[in-house]
């Protein structure tokens, strides 16, 4: 099983005005441990949660520590979370790993822990992003099952979903959402851009996708995960979406983006198949094409010939034709008071 480090994360509560634990990090260690590291000047408590709730009432499996860092039991078949107590004022902080530990995933992380709108954060365990998941393994499927998962939304085309079938709806239960295109216009689309700003058109082309994914966030009814084939274009651009709507700046957002560059696993987003048997399929054409390359299928760095983040230049476009973020959900039905329905929703 592969084991990632994950994303360094400050989490404050909604009850005090700032935290003196800081900068906490929760990083995989094997299949039963993970290591918290964090910055205070007192000692800490170390309590481990199976919800996402910043509670302080059960025993500490680390007590007092001022090290700095310390080894946690946490099996990576259970989602669970780690809660920090400062022994100086008594705040709480809540974290948890960005990435989930499967076996055969790639780029599936939880949107939690950003901050957020008024000082708050993006909640943990309610929304998920991921890349394509054709070859999950029992194990994955065991620990994805304990997400309360409502919905699981598919951003991909009709040649994408004939050759790497999503299956977490039927093994959890899920609703599942979908909207039928093809993905030959949107790869030529981006072909056509030489490299610079790569995804001007998307926001219409996926108009459906965005607005469906949006329509079940608000509907508050379980956990909400979507993905394409990368987990990074589409995805990304959903989820810059989301935390934009959220209130987390584009800073933020940004480095998010590009953690699909380190996070990604392609050989776990297509399953093994005969190229010739799809010869007008183009999603099986481009793995079969990179998997000739020297090294295989990678993950690309996310940025244009010019060296500019695509996701920075998508921004830029949608500042230009929309007026903003909001202004872009707006066409997609999104009100202002939607925007304000979801951060009470999914900002603690």
């Given at each position: 099983?592969?084991?990632?480090?994950?994303?360094?994360?400050?989490?404050?509560?909604?009850?005090?005005?700032?935290?003196?634990?800081?900068?906490?990090?929760?990083?995989?260690?094997?299949?039963?441990?993970?290591?918290?590291?964090?910055?205070?000047?007192?000692?800490?408590?170390?309590?481990?949660?199976?919800?996402?709730?910043?509670?302080?009432?059960?025993?500490?499996?680390?007590?007092?520590?001022?090290?700095?860092?310390?080894?946690?039991?946490?099996?990576?078949?259970?989602?669970?979370?780690?809660?920090?107590?400062?022994?100086?004022?008594?705040?709480?902080?809540?974290?948890?790993?960005?990435?989930?530990?499967?076996?055969?995933?790639?780029?599936?992380?939880?949107?939690?822990?950003?901050?957020?709108?008024?000082?708050?954060?993006?909640?943990?365990?309610?929304?998920?992003?991921?890349?394509?998941?054709?070859?999950?393994?029992?194990?994955?499927?065991?620990?994805?099952?304990?997400?309360?998962?409502?919905?699981?939304?598919?951003?991909?085309?009709?040649?994408?979903?004939?050759?790497?079938?999503?299956?977490?709806?039927?093994?959890?239960?899920?609703?599942?959402?979908?909207?039928?295109?093809?993905?030959?216009?949107?790869?030529?689309?981006?072909?056509?851009?030489?490299?610079?700003?790569?995804?001007?058109?998307?926001?219409?082309?996926?108009?459906?996708?965005?607005?469906?994914?949006?329509?079940?966030?608000?509907?508050?009814?379980?956990?909400?995960?979507?993905?394409?084939?990368?987990?990074?274009?589409?995805?990304?651009?959903?989820?810059?979406?989301?935390?934009?709507?959220?209130?987390?700046?584009?800073?933020?957002?940004?480095?998010?983006?590009?953690?699909?560059?380190?996070?990604?696993?392609?050989?776990?987003?297509?399953?093994?198949?005969?190229?010739?048997?799809?010869?007008?399929?183009?999603?099986?054409?481009?793995?079969?094409?990179?998997?000739?390359?020297?090294?295989?299928?990678?993950?690309?760095p996310l940025y244009s010939a010019s060296?500019?983040?695509?996701?920075?230049?998508?921004?830029?476009?949608?500042?230009?034709?929309?007026g903003g973020v909001e202004g872009y959900?707006?066409?997609?039905?999104?009100?202002?008071?939607?925007?304000?329905?979801?951060?009470?929703?999914?900002l603690d």
């Open positions: 099983m592969r084991f990632k480090a994950s994303l360094a994360l400050v989490l404050l509560t909604g009850t005090a005005p700032a935290l003196a634990v800081d900068t906490v990090m929760v990083s995989r260690i094997d299949a039963e441990r993970v290591k918290v590291s964090w910055n205070d000047s007192d000692a800490v408590d170390i309590i481990v949660t199976d919800t996402p709730v910043a509670a302080g009432a059960a025993i500490p499996v680390v007590k007092a520590s001022r090290k700095r860092e310390a080894v946690v039991a946490m099996p990576a078949n259970k989602r669970q979370f780690v809660v920090l107590r400062d022994g100086g004022d008594g705040s709480l902080t809540l974290a948890a790993e960005r990435e989930l530990p499967l076996a055969k995933g790639s780029n599936f992380r939880d949107l939690g822990g950003y901050k957020g709108a008024g000082g708050k954060t993006v909640r943990w365990g309610k929304v998920f992003r991921s890349g394509a998941l054709p070859l999950l393994t029992d194990e994955d499927y065991t620990l994805l099952g304990g997400l309360n998962l409502g919905t699981i939304v598919d951003l991909r085309s009709l040649e994408e979903r004939e050759v790497a079938a999503t299956q977490l709806d039927d093994r959890t239960g899920a609703l599942f959402i979908s909207n039928d295109y093809s993905l030959k216009p949107l790869m030529a689309n981006m072909g056509s851009m030489k490299g610079e700003y790569v995804y001007t058109g998307m926001e219409k082309l996926l108009a459906p996708q965005y607005r469906s994914l949006f329509k079940r966030l608000l509907a508050d009814d379980g956990a909400v995960m979507y993905h394409c084939s990368a987990g990074q274009d589409r995805t990304g651009i959903a989820s810059a979406l989301i935390l934009s709507a959220l209130g987390v700046d584009r800073e933020t957002i940004l480095a998010d983006y590009h953690l699909s560059t380190q996070l990604r696993r392609p050989q776990n987003e297509m399953p093994p198949i005969d190229p010739a048997n799809f010869p007008n399929n183009p999603i099986v054409q481009y793995y079969a094409a990179a998997a000739k390359k020297p090294g295989g299928v990678k993950a690309e060296g500019k983040s695509h996701l920075a230049q998508f921004f830029e476009v949608i500042d230009r034709d929309y959900l707006a066409t997609l039905g999104i009100t202002a008071v939607d925007v304000a329905r979801l951060r009470s929703l999914y």
